[in-house]
């Protein structure tokens, strides 16, 4: 018997402005743009995506998609001690949009009656789109040692803040939204529900192919605050790093490719996923795949997709899902979790 961490709960939130390609062709036209449903379906995938109104934060996303995941967890708000928050749009410089959450958690339960979530730690992370990979991997860790008991796992993004509409190679592709996890603190001989392996890397040489490079100093944006990415470049690298991660998850897991019901992907480009599965020697109907509905939520679109694939009856307890993600940095990595 050992200590390990498992899901206990998933829950997602889109905001309700939903975009059709159509929706970003009349979008761009206002602006002498062309683009065009089939570019953006042939080379994507994408059909729709989801923006955020004026106002709404990636805290505000987060909440929602973290008050699903704390109702199917079957616990309460006052339960949970760590919370991260992956985001590259985070409300504010600082403080982090974790504490900025766990406020508004606090906010939720007082209104129920119940204990809030206030003590407990909260940070953010930033690895970009495989943000949520990342934060899975550290609270698996803190659970892990015991530095955590009971943790709120969320990718949260409002991309649709950050990018840059006269670019049409990019604009086209990201969304807004957000999905969460309960992970808990669980005790078995190593057949029960846990996160079973994680492998995550980072390499700094790639900042400049994906990246918003602008920075706040003395009051102003220095430098261009709007997302730039050379797409074949990031596409190149994608596609062998997230198969490499994915297979050493496996080897420290000691399972093969046979072993995996799901591929839960980041849900980038559809042309990723499929050559993904196929590195993997999985078949399409064994991928969850969500980026037709939401576009690239950056690190939302992992929680987001388990969520979906868990909600709708395909995920099911006992099963094996590999999760993996790739983005900015450059970053990379993979969850394999028995759920
Ligand atoms: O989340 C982080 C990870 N990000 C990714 O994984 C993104 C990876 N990259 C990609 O998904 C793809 O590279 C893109 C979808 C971004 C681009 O697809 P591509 O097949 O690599 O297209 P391309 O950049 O080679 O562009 C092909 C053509 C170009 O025209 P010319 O030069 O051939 O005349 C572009 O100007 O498509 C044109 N194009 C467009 N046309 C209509 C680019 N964007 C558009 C557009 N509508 N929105």
């Known amino acids: ?96 949009t974790a504490s900025i959450l766990q406020r508004k958690l606090t906010e939720s339960a007082q209104a129920l009656g119940q204990p809030g979530a206030a003590g407990g730690a909260a940070f953010d992370v930033q690895a970009v789109c495989s943000g949520f990979i990342y934060a899975l991997t550290i609270a698996d860790a803190m659970i892990q040692t015991g530095a955590a008991t009971r943790a709120l796992v969320v990718g949260a993004e409002v991309f649709s803040r950050i990018l840059d509409f006269n670019d049409r190679t990019t604009c086209v592709l990201f969304g807004d939204g957000a999905g969460a996890v309960v992970l808990e603190a669980v005790e078995h001989d190593g057949s029960g529900p846990a996160v079973l392996a994680s492998d995550i890397h980072a390499d ?21 605050p709007l997302l730039k990415m050379d797409g074949q470049a990031v596409f190149k690298l994608a596609v062998g790093l997230l198969e490499s991660a994915a297979k050493a998850a496996l080897a420290k897991a000691g399972k093969t490719e046979a072993d995996v019901d ?37 690190a939302a679109s992992i929680p987001l997709a388990l969520d979906e694939g868990v909600r709708s009856g ?9 999760l993996e993600g790739v983005g900015g940095g450059f970053t990379w990595g993979a969850v394999l979790l028995r759920l």
């Open 262 to 298: 799901w591929l839960v992907p980041h849900q980038a480009n559809l042309r990723i996923i499929q050559s993904t599965a196929r590195k993997l020697k999985l078949s399409m109907d064994k991928v969850i795949v969500t980026v037709d509905q939401h576009g690239n939520t950056s």
């Open 204 to 224: 700094g040489r790639h900042t400049g192919i994906l990246c918003v490079p602008g920075t706040v100093s003395g009051g102003q944006v220095l430098g261009d």
């Open 1 to 96: 018997m050992r200590r390990y961490s498992r899901i206990s709960g998933t829950g997602s939130y889109l905001p309700p402005r939903r975009l059709t390609n159509a929706d970003m062709v009349g979008l761009l036209a206002e602006r002498g743009i062309e683009t065009s449903d089939d570019w953006i379906v042939d080379r994507t995938g994408i059909r729709a995506r989801h923006y955020a109104d004026d106002g709404v934060n990636a805290s505000d996303l987060g909440l929602q998609a973290s008050l699903k995941a704390i109702e199917a967890a079957g616990c309460q708000i006052g339960d949970i001690d760590l919370i991260i928050v992956a985001t590259s749009t985070p409300d504010m410089v600082f403080p982090s």
């Open 314 to 322: 395909r995920i099911q307890p006992g099963q094996t899902a590999m």
